[in-house]
């Protein structure tokens, strides 16, 4: 950092409050233009990001409205898992990335949930799309940085267990659960209804903290995978369904999968209720199932 | 056991001495009446099976009188369909079905054409042997499925037997198998109300019989 501190012509600092939850000293933010003239260096707890020479510093600041988890838009949140956060002045451009880890920074937007830089995958004017990091838990307080400025403080609380399956859209059939019959690989709708005596791959977030660990904005591994430590339970039409695995889907960051087996003795039915139920909160799908 | 058989015995014999035994076989075709799928925002929709070709084999007995009886097995290859419009939804199908018929001849054992009418009842087997996909045309009216469906039949017919020789006839036949609509089969979808009645499977057939 040192070497690329040579060419800054004037550097500015400022002081920002402390991280959340540490006994840390304040940080200093700085803001330096580079001698050539060709950008400006804007230096924050989370990063560096490098701003046009251009840059209108009189862009409004970010405005976080709400928090949802990213697969169903509902408001249960976990740890690890994805989350959409929708307001106003984000960002300038939607970009969307698929680096891994995952960037902490993308397009000029930072997010701190408790000052832990979050891992973002999609910016966009209105909405973000991040991955909740495994530190945070309870009560926590997001804040959004922008070339704009800094978003107020967001309170929100996040579960030990939220789980939200993905929806998926399909043309002429609409929206549907990411809920995969194993033996053909292919979502499971009305038309293509759920058997008796078949494999389910539900593919959800929310299942929170796993077995071994997994570092925030890294996907989850296939050896070992990475079991979710608070065991789901999964009821079709009220009949338990054995669950085979529960943890993060190999090779994704965020997304989680519970692996089920469906006995012949589910009841049969065009809206039969899947619920998936995990530390005390679930989430409901209506499945059809036949013999 | 021995009395058991002894009582076989008394049961069976007079029975068996009196009648005439009798196996055949024959191809035709399923010609089925279609039900009205109605569904308030998707719109309407004809149910049914599609035409298809028929394999049957019996298994009959036959009085000194008039009167018979055959025990009857039907294959149906034909598909499940639903129609509106232009627009068709086609599911590969098949039916089975089992039923007794007592049969009652217009014309003695001996005479060399045997008009007749049959009348029965059994249960028949709707069977969705499709590829399922994740969408399927009208799928908001109604659902072809991959599934079985159990129903009773009624079995009505009708037709002719021709005598060539003692013991080899040719029957000419037409049916109308009668059963409940197979609605897990070709399912309504939520909303979808059916214009209700049995679902009608006309059968003509030419069939050889064989006299034991």
């Known amino acids: 950092m040192g070497g690329s501190t040579m060419g800054l012509s004037l550097a500015t600092s400022m002081i920002e409050a402390p991280i959340l939850g540490t006994s840390a000293n304040s940080f200093t933010r700085t803001v330096a233009p580079l001698y050539s003239q060709n950008a400006i260096v804007n230096l924050t707890v989370s990063g560096f990001t490098v701003l046009p020479w251009n840059f209108d510093a009189s862009v409004a600041p970010p405005k976080i409205q709400s928090i949802v988890n990213a697969a169903d838009g509902t408001s249960g949140i976990a740890p690890g898992g994805l989350i959409s956060i929708y307001g106003q002045q984000f960002s300038p451009v939607n970009i969307a990335t698929s680096q891994l880890p995952l960037p902490t920074a993308l397009a000029d937007s930072c997010l701190t949930v408790n000052g832990l830089p979050v891992p973002i995958l999609f910016v966009s004017p209105t909405q973000i799309n991040a991955q909740m990091p495994f530190e945070a838990q309870g009560n926590v307080t997001m804040m959004l940085r922008t070339p704009g400025g800094v978003s107020d403080n967001y309170n929100t609380v996040v579960l030990p267990g939220a789980p939200s399956v993905f929806q998926a859209a399909i043309q002429g059939v609409g929206t549907v659960p990411t809920i995969v019959r194993s033996s053909d690989g292919e979502i499971v709708t009305a038309a293509n209804p759920v058997h008796t005596k078949d494999t389910l791959t539900v593919y959800l977030t929310g299942l929170g903290a796993t077995n071994p660990a997994v570092p925030t904005g890294m996907p989850g591994p296939s050896n070992p995978l990475a079991v979710s430590i608070l065991a789901p339970q999964v009821t079709l039409g009220g009949v338990n369904l054995p669950v085979q695995y529960a943890g993060m889907a190999p090779g994704e960051v965020g997304v989680y999968q519970i692996n089920v087996t469906v006995p012949s003795s589910t009841p049969t039915g065009l809206s039969v209720p899947l619920i998936i139920s995990q530390g005390g909160m679930n989430t409901t799908i209506q499945l059809r199932v036949v013999d | ?212």
Not at chain 2, 5 to 25: D, I, N
Not at chain 2, 69 to 98: C, H, M, P, V, W
């Open chain 2, 1 to 212: 056991m021995k009395h058991i058989s002894v009582l076989l015995f008394l049961v069976c014999a007079p029975a068996a001495m009196a009648q005439k035994w009798e196996v055949g076989a024959g191809v035709g075709g399923a010609f089925y009446n279609s039900q009205t799928f109605s569904n308030a925002v998707a719109g309407n929709a004809n149910a049914s099976l599609a035409t298809g070709v028929v394999a049957s084999a019996w298994l009959g007995n036959n009085s000194q009188g008039r009167w018979g009886g055959e025990l009857r097995y039907d294959y149906e290859n034909t598909s499940l369909k639903l129609s509106s419009g232009s627009t068709t939804a086609s599911f590969a199908g098949d039916t089975q079905a089992i039923h007794y018929d007592v049969l009652y001849h217009f014309a003695s054992q001996e005479a060399s054409v045997r008009p007749f009418v049959a009348a029965g009842a059994g249960i028949k087997v709707f069977q969705g042997t499709g590829k399922e996909s994740v969408y399927q045309p009208l799928q908001n009216i109604g659902l072809l499925t991959k599934t079985n469906d159990l129903t009773a039949l009624v079995s009505v017919g009708g037709g002719v037997k021709f005598n060539f020789g003692s013991r080899i006839q040719l029957r000419l036949e037409v049916h109308d198998y009668m059963s409940p609509f197979p609605i897990k089969v070709i399912a309504p979808n939520q909303g979808t109300k059916t214009s209700g009645g049995w679902l009608m499977d006309f059968v003509p057939m030419a069939a050889l019989g064989i006299t034991l």
